[in-house]
């Protein structure tokens, strides 16, 4: 006899529980960053692990919260360096750890 497989839920129910775990994942590396910075930057890992299996979007403020290049957890001062430049108007924050520049433009396009 053969065996029957069970139904797996569809995919959006997937990409739910992802999006709820990397929400969470972010929590408890805000939470544990002061005791143990190494189990936060491990909690980024697996969110990003997770984001990529399930080709789930991360949202626009978790992914200003972290080094896309080292997967190192962003605390302003202490593993990223954060400044502001006038024109054109942009953050640039650098990552301490891997050296790696974000700039990220703010402000409305055409307004002066």
């Not at 739910?16 to 972010?26: P, Q, S, T, Y």
Request: charged share 35%; hydrophobic share 30%; with cysteine.
């Amino acid at each position: 006899m053969t065996r029957r497989r069970a139904r797996r839920p569809p995919i959006d129910e997937y990409k739910k529980l992802v999006a709820e775990r990397v929400e969470h994942l972010f929590k408890l590396a805000e939470g544990v960053f002061r005791k143990s910075p190494e189990l936060a930057d491990r909690y980024v890992q697996l969110t990003w692990r997770l984001a990529t299996r399930y080709n789930v979007r991360f949202p626009p403020h978790l992914k200003r919260k972290f080094c896309r290049r080292c997967k190192s957890f962003w605390v302003p001062s202490v593993t990223c360096r954060v400044r502001t430049r006038p024109d054109p108007p942009r953050v640039i924050i650098t990552c301490l750890r891997c050296g790696r520049i974000t700039r990220l433009p703010y402000g409305r396009k055409g307004a002066k």
